[in-house]
């Protein structure tokens, strides 16, 4: 059986009993070792899915790798990658990507020029 309870109802009922200020050490000990613990092991996770996605990237081919990204470096990002909603999708459908060869910095001064004059 799954029970939901707020966080405040636990705090209340922890409230209305008559826990000494050890006990409440006790309990706020436990449950910050917990808290640790599962941070711990989520970093762990975390780590070794980046360890393996990056191992995966050094052991790729130079074509492989070169096809997987632009001029500058960056991961392409593929349209099966993307997850947007249909009414966005919309939106942009009409729009072209840049080239590999844009210059951002000289976009960026023109338009600094045209909006400062």
Not at 21 to 48: F, G, P
Not at 61 to 75: D, H, I, L, Q
């Amino acid at each position: 059986m799954d029970l939901t309870i707020s966080m405040n109802t636990v705090l209340n009922f922890l409230h209305s009993m008559a826990l000494s200020t050890s006990n409440k050490q006790w309990l706020a000990d436990h449950l910050y070792e917990e808290v640790k613990a599962e941070k711990k092991a989520a970093s762990e996770r975390k780590q070794s899915q980046v360890g393996l996605a990056s191992a995966e990237w050094e052991q790729a081919r130079p074509e492989v790798k070169a096809a997987a990204t632009t001029n500058n470096g960056w991961p392409k990002i593929r349209r099966e990658d993307m997850r947007i909603s249909p009414e966005v999708m919309k939106l942009v459908e009409d729009i072209e990507p840049l080239p590999d060869d844009f210059d951002y910095d000289k976009a960026r001064l023109d338009y600094l020029l045209k909006k400062h004059g």
